[in-house]
Each structure stands twice: as structure tokens, then as C-alpha cells.
């Protein structure tokens, strides 16, 4: 499994924008697809982006299409979510995730293997 550190959480007022880090350690990083999801208070854990181990491939939860975007740094291990015009019900913990296999969609959390510990986004209105 790979370790995986999210940052870049903060507070933001709505239409701000925040860019989050995943850096990741272990295997080679470019093998592994790379996912972000949320989970709000009292809320399940959602999907909000993936991208593929080359960054040839992303894909985003309808919530959030338009307004973030995914992209990763190999050289770096590192995955990046640049987050725009944020709206109060962005606010959530937000996890990156590493996939070493595609039996699943990649927006079920069934697909990765290894998770981060979170980092907490809150937009205010």
C-alpha cells in the first residue's frame, strides 16, 4: 500500500478558491490511479474527482464539474485538487485515495486501496 498526506484545507469564502495536496510514498506513484472524495457532516463519503496513473484520464462528480480540477505530479508523487468558485456546501473533509486495480467504478470507494487521514475544507457564505 502507498501512504498518502493530504494539505491545503483551510477556510475560504464562497467564490474563493483552495488547492489541495495529496504527496504520497511507496510504490511507484504513476502506477497508482488517484481519487478525491468528501464527506460532510452527518453526510456520506462522496466522489468528487479521479484521474489516472499517467494523467491522461479525469473525471468528476456532477457537484463539482466546471469548478475543480484534478492533475498530479508524478516527479513530485504528488495529486492536486484546485478547487474554484467554492460554494458553503463544499464544505466537507476531503480524502485522496490510490487504486492499484479497476474492478470497481472509480467513483465507488470499493476501487482504492490505500486512504488518506483527511483534511478539512469549510467555504463560508
Known amino acids: 500500500q502507498v501512504q498518502l498526506v493530504e494539505s491545503g484545507g483551510g477556510l475560504a469564502q464562497a467564490g474563493g478558491s483552495l488547492r489541495l495536496s495529496c504527496d504520497a510514498s511507496?510504490?511507484?506513484?504513476?502506477?497508482?490511479?488517484m481519487g478525491w472524495f468528501r464527506q460532510g457532516s452527518g453526510k456520506e463519503r462522496m466522489f468528487v474527482a479521479f484521474?489516472?496513473?499517467?494523467?491522461?484520464?479525469?473525471y468528476y462528480g456532477d457537484s463539482v464539474k466546471g469548478r475543480f480540477t484534478i492533475s498530479r505530479d508524478n516527479a513530485k508523487n504528488t495529486v492536486y485538487l484546485q478547487m474554484n468558485n467554492l460554494k458553503p456546501e463544499d464544505t466537507a473533509v476531503y480524502y485522496c485515495?490510490?487504486?492499484?486495480?479497476?474492478?470497481?467504478?472509480?467513483?465507488?470507494?470499493?476501487?482504492?486501496?490505500?486512504w488518506g487521514q483527511g483534511t478539512q475544507v469549510t467555504v463560508s457564505s
Open positions: 485515495a490510490a487504486a492499484t486495480t479497476a474492478d470497481d467504478p472509480f467513483s465507488s470507494e470499493r476501487r482504492y486501496d490505500s
Open positions: 484521474i489516472t496513473g499517467s494523467g491522461a484520464s479525469t
Open positions: 511507496g510504490r511507484t506513484f504513476s502506477s497508482y490511479d
